[in-house]
């Protein structure tokens, strides 16, 4: 079989060629495993270089055949081989090589080495940086140095000069409350700025660290858009929900006007059925009875003097004398029991006549009272207002429904509390605190 030696020249420069390129190989596998620190694939690949190397320095012996005194023995041996011995080397070396590689391939999924996390930070779609007292960079991916390009028109390669140009500019009155939602959230002492880049708002937050017993400075940067289109939009809804909050406010008020007026019209109606009853009565009563006669006038007085309070109380002014008036129109004696020291701001006022309308409008229609005392008490934190009446005692727990949960309702915004007591009368309080407006 013809030796090595003896092949062509084509021949010859073909095996020398693949022995080369396995040489090249095998380095290439040795570097890629010292950075992926795979020491076992780096082992593999100084395995597959020795023999290539060697035998590429085989082939070139058949460059100088001409002086084959001096080869070596055994470089004379290999050179003197059939060309199939080779032939096979060379093929065992290859599919050495294929085996390395998918080894390495494999590896690679598996294995965190330096390249793996830098591709992964690169990837993320936040920025971050890291960077030494003197300003000097040592970590930084794209979507960082990205940003400082957009920023500055400049590749970030002073930390301390980024962090200037960042934390330079203050922030935009728009941006705070976003600022102070994020702000509420973190931990730890850190510089925070929010800037527009290109349509999109960022956070940058920059705080020192402590690695490997060195001082370092980390600033990452993360993408607010959405969060600040949502905090906009809790801002509106806000605002809108305070207006609206006012409108059932003044509903709710005007709830308590509808009903003292629908209760005086119902007893305008009374008074009027009850006008034609004495008409019919005053008609079919004997003429010469007086005591049937002054019976007769006493309700035509009290029903003329009923009839005439909505066009007495329209004319006051006064929300004490209006209540008051109201009182007369049910049939109920109010008393106000206090020493003229109590005062109340608009607000609170038009609470407290509200609860007096609403429990005076209870007394008479649940209790059949007859007597309503209005008093009031002070401490050093609250000033309440009692509303008392002499009717019937409720049986069993009093539930807040109807105009009692709508008054609850307009207390609680002004931190105010409404409670009862069932002592020797019925008792309506209605609690403000004080220095709360």
């Known amino acids: 079989m013809t030796p090595l030696i003896e092949l062509s020249i084509v021949a010859q420069t073909f095996f020398n060629l693949w022995a080369f390129l396995l040489c090249v190989w095998?380095?290439?596998?040795?570097?890629?495993?010292?950075?992926?620190?795979?020491?076992?694939?780096?082992?593999?690949?100084?395995?597959?270089?020795?023999?290539?190397?060697?035998?590429?320095?085989v082939e070139q012996e058949v460059r100088i055949a001409v002086r084959l005194k001096s080869v070596m023995p055994l470089n004379l041996r290999i050179l003197t081989l059939p060309y199939t011995f080779v032939l096979g080397g060379l093929l065992l070396m290859t599919v050495m090589a294929a085996g390395s590689?998918?080894?390495?391939?494999?590896?690679?999924?598996?294995?965190i080495s330096p390249r793996v996390i830098k591709l992964c930070v690169d990837r993320m779609p936040c920025g971050v940086c890291y960077w030494e007292a003197d300003g000097r960079v040592i970590f930084l991916n794209t979507c960082m140095n990205r940003l400082c390009n957009e920023l500055t028109n400049e590749s970030l390669l002073n930390g301390n000069r980024f962090h200037?140009?960042?934390?330079?500019?203050?922030?935009?009155?728009?941006?705070?409350?976003?600022?102070?939602?994020?702000?509420?959230?973190?931990?730890?002492?850190?510089?925070?700025?929010?800037?527009?880049?290109?349509?999109?708002?960022?956070?940058?937050?920059?705080?020192?660290?402590?690695?490997?017993?060195?001082?370092?400075?980390?600033?990452?940067?993360?993408?607010?858009?959405?969060?600040?289109?949502?905090t906009k939009a809790l801002q509106k809804d806000k605002a809108r929900l305070v207006q609206l909050n006012e409108e059932l406010r003044q509903y709710d008020l005007n709830i308590d006007e509808t009903v003292r007026r629908q209760e005086i019209l119902q007893a305008k109606v009374h008074i009027h059925d009850e006008m034609?009853?004495?008409?019919?009565?005053?008609?079919?009563?004997?003429?010469?009875?007086?005591?049937?006669?002054?019976?007769?006038?006493?309700?035509?007085?009290?029903?003329?003097?009923?009839?005439?309070?909505?066009?007495?109380?329209?004319?006051?002014?006064?929300?004490?004398?209006?209540?008051?008036?109201?009182?007369?129109?049910?049939?109920?004696?109010?008393?106000?029991?206090?020493?003229?020291?109590?005062t109340f701001d608009s607000r609170q006022r038009a609470l407290l006549f509200a609860a007096a309308r609403e429990?005076?409008?209870?007394?008479?229609?649940?209790?059949?009272?007859?007597?309503?005392?209005?008093?009031?008490?002070?401490?050093?934190?609250?000033?309440?207002?009692?509303?008392?009446?002499?009717?019937?005692?409720?049986?069993?727990?009093?539930?807040?429904?109807?105009?009692?949960?709508?008054?609850?309702?307009?207390?609680?915004?002004?931190?105010?509390?409404?409670?009862?007591?069932?002592v020797e009368n019925f008792v309506l309080d209605v609690t403000f605190p004080k220095g709360i407006n």
């Open 164 to 230: 200037e140009a960042i934390f330079e500019n203050e922030l935009p009155d728009d941006l705070k409350e976003v600022a102070a939602l994020l702000q509420a959230s973190e931990n730890g002492e850190s510089e925070e700025n929010i800037l527009v880049i290109k349509d999109r708002v960022w956070q940058f937050t920059c705080r020192a660290i402590v690695m490997d017993e060195e001082a370092l400075r980390e600033m990452i940067a993360s993408d607010i858009t959405e969060i600040y289109a949502k």
């Open 276 to 342: 034609n009853h004495l008409m019919l009565s005053t008609m079919a009563t004997d003429c010469h009875d007086e005591a049937a006669l002054d019976k007769i006038f006493v309700q035509w007085e009290r029903n003329a003097l009923l009839l005439n309070q909505e066009a007495q109380c329209s004319k006051i002014e006064n929300e004490r004398e209006r209540f008051t008036a109201l009182g007369e129109a049910l049939g109920l004696e109010i008393i106000w029991e206090d020493d003229g020291k109590v």
């Open 101 to 111: 590689f998918l080894y390495a391939m494999k590896k690679a999924e598996t294995s």
């Open 359 to 422: 429990a005076a409008a209870n007394a008479v229609k649940h209790a059949g009272a007859k007597r309503f005392t209005v008093s009031f008490s002070e401490t050093p934190k609250t000033i309440s207002c009692h509303f008392t009446n002499d009717g019937v005692m409720p049986k069993g727990s009093v539930v807040f429904k109807g105009g009692l949960a709508n008054l609850k309702t307009l207390a609680a915004e002004q931190k105010a509390e409404v409670a009862v007591r069932v």
């Open 26 to 57: 095998a380095i290439i596998g040795m570097v890629h495993s010292v950075n992926q620190r795979n020491f076992l694939g780096c082992f593999f690949a100084l395995v597959l270089f020795v023999p290539s190397f060697y035998l590429w320095q």
